[in-house]
């Protein structure tokens, strides 16, 4: 079975520093992992995801993602935080089966960003 | 390109009446579908997928159930609302080649009073 734990249900930074949102799974296979935003009354929208290339991914809007195996990691990074960014945050890992999968979010993380 | 509609945005039902939420995909065929239910500080819940026209699987027990009658229409319904079905419900679809990342509709809020 699959997990995700989202250390944080809020953070709050200021525009213009390093936006830092965490992220550890738990997986009994090989994962596929993903972070999407959500903005208020709105659906979800995918950020980056990790396939299983390479380690450090690079999404829409400045965000990346480094999946660490040996931490169970994959933090989502931005290096400037801008107004915008303001929204939820959701990591999610996929349980892959033959022909669908299903994806299992963590609770969410609230980013704040003051000016 | 893909898209994906909900409607209705945002429906207000008293207890016990019917419900009916629709979804649909456009730019793909035979995708996985899926709803989910999105409670205020409880995260994402799904609630069923599909994987084809009249396969229907239910993640969890509740008073709701879906349908799947054309190969892009996933509908969500209940015969008798309960105030606890109040929630932000969100339809997504994946393909089936994998990795499998799920695209989002825009979501219906649904408010039963």
């Known amino acids: 079975a699959q997990s995700v734990t989202q250390l944080g249900s809020h953070v709050s930074v200021s525009e213009g520093a390093l936006v830092l949102l965490r992220c550890n799974y738990s997986?009994?296979?090989?994962?596929?992992l993903f972070w999407y935003v959500q903005y208020p009354n709105q659906g979800l929208q995918l950020l980056l995801k990790?396939?299983?290339?390479?380690?450090l991914v690079k999404g829409i809007n400045g965000f990346e993602a480094e999946f660490k195996k040996s931490e169970t990691s994959f933090h989502l990074t931005k290096p400037s935080a801008h107004m915008s960014d303001a929204a939820e945050y959701f990591c999610a890992v996929s349980a892959r089966n033959s022909g669908y999968s299903t994806l299992t979010f963590g609770k969410g993380t609230m980013l704040l960003v003051s000016p | 390109s893909q898209t994906i509609h909900q409607w209705p945005a945002t429906l207000v039902q008293p207890v016990g009446s019917p419900l009916s939420l629709e979804c649909t995909v456009e730019g793909t065929s035979n995708p996985n579908l899926y709803w989910y239910r999105q409670a205020a500080g409880r995260g994402l819940q799904l609630l069923f997928y599909?994987?084809?026209?009249?396969?229907i699987s239910s993640e969890v027990p509740q008073n709701l159930s879906a349908s799947r009658p054309q190969d892009r229409q996933f509908i969500l319904s209940s015969k008798k609302l309960l105030l606890s079905d109040s929630g932000f419900y969100l339809c997504a679809w994946t393909d089936t080649t994998g990795p499998y990342e799920q695209y989002f509709g825009p979501g219906t809020r649904l408010t039963v009073t």
């Open positions: 997986s009994s296979v090989p994962p596929y």
């Open positions: 599909s994987v084809g026209i009249g396969q």
């Open positions: 990790y396939t299983s290339a390479a380690t």
